[in-house]
């Protein structure tokens, strides 16, 4: 059995930046411990698995792992995977066009295309759930499990809380750029208080830095990606979040989040929100993309 994949790098303008992505086509014939193994075999953040769509109004069905677990939803995949599909032109035998949906297991994923003249250079979402903010998380936890002290963590817009778009992360402002480029990941910290079955992953971040709305990182050990070069879904989400905790009944909400840097594989994320008489009524992402590599699994 040969199967054709592609990989990308998403959030980015530019081959070996941003983050990566392999999207497995024509995968109907594999069971899911077989793409489990694939994913830890490509051993990215993300593997994407595009099989042939259960309604025949959306344009595929969309399987997502991490080298460890199977997501029920994630930005970068999606993203990527609209792009390498629009770039193929067809997917199981249909003109991929706007909009693309996606069924995913959060539920079905509209993306549109990004242009620049008639070439697709990226896609941008909508996330398949509303907006919904979950508990606090103490910050001694948040700081413990990111290497950081307490003291470095920002509560004045905010408590850490967990938030979520399709998957529930944990998110928390930090004071300053500093404290953002120190963090490193304790996977036995998460292990003790951050399970998998509760959050996918932390979310830190900084306002106003280095030309960016938001500068971000985010950390998801458990799942085998001890940091994540750019996270759509949490990206999605913190915009929602930010928006909320505006004080205006009606507001557009765009933001620059910059990921990745420290990492050396720099990748900006564009999210968007609206709020409409002190309600949220519409979320999205969306980024640039560069096939990288083509290629063939032999099972």
Avoid: W
Wanted: aromatic share 6%; net charge negative.
């Amino acid at each position: 059995m040969q199967l054709d994949f592609v990989t990308v790098d998403v959030f980015t303008e530019r081959k070996f930046g941003g983050n990566p992505l392999a999207v497995v086509h024509n995968a109907q014939g594999l069971s899911g411990p077989q793409m489990q193994a694939i994913a830890g075999e490509f051993n990215l953040a993300e593997t994407t698995f595009v099989l042939p769509p259960q309604h025949a109004a959306h344009t595929a069905q969309v399987r997502i792992f991490t080298p460890r677990a199977e997501l029920p939803f994630a930005g970068h995949p999606n993203v990527g995977t609209a792009f390498v599909l629009a770039s193929r032109g067809q997917s199981y035998g249909r003109a991929v066009s706007d909009p693309l949906v996606f069924e995913e297991k959060a539920g079905p994923v509209r993306l549109d295309l990004l242009r620049d003249g008639a070439t697709v250079v990226g896609a941008r979402l909508t996330p398949p759930q509303p907006l919904t903010r979950g508990e606090d998380v103490a910050a001694e936890i948040v700081a413990a499990a990111c290497s950081l002290d307490a003291a470095d963590i920002a509560t004045a817009n905010h408590a850490p809380c967990i938030a979520s778009c399709g998957i529930p992360l944990v998110f928390a402002e930090l004071k300053s750029r500093a404290a953002l480029a120190k963090a490193r990941p304790r996977a036995d910290v998460f292990a003790e208080h951050l399970k998998m079955e509760r959050v996918t992953g932390v979310l830190i971040y900084v306002c106003d830095v280095e030309g960016f709305d938001a500068q971000a990182r985010m950390f998801a050990p458990l799942y085998g990606v001890p940091e994540d070069p750019a996270t759509g879904s949490a990206n999605v989400a913190l915009v929602g979040l930010l928006a909320n905790l505006r004080p205006e009944r009606d507001l557009t909400l765009s933001l620059r989040i910059s990921q990745g840097v420290d990492m050396g594989r720099p990748s900006l994320l564009e999210a968007a929100a609206e709020k409409r008489g002190g309600k949220l009524v519409s979320l999205s992402i969306g980024g640039r993309c560069v096939i990288v590599m083509r290629g063939t699994i032999e099972l």
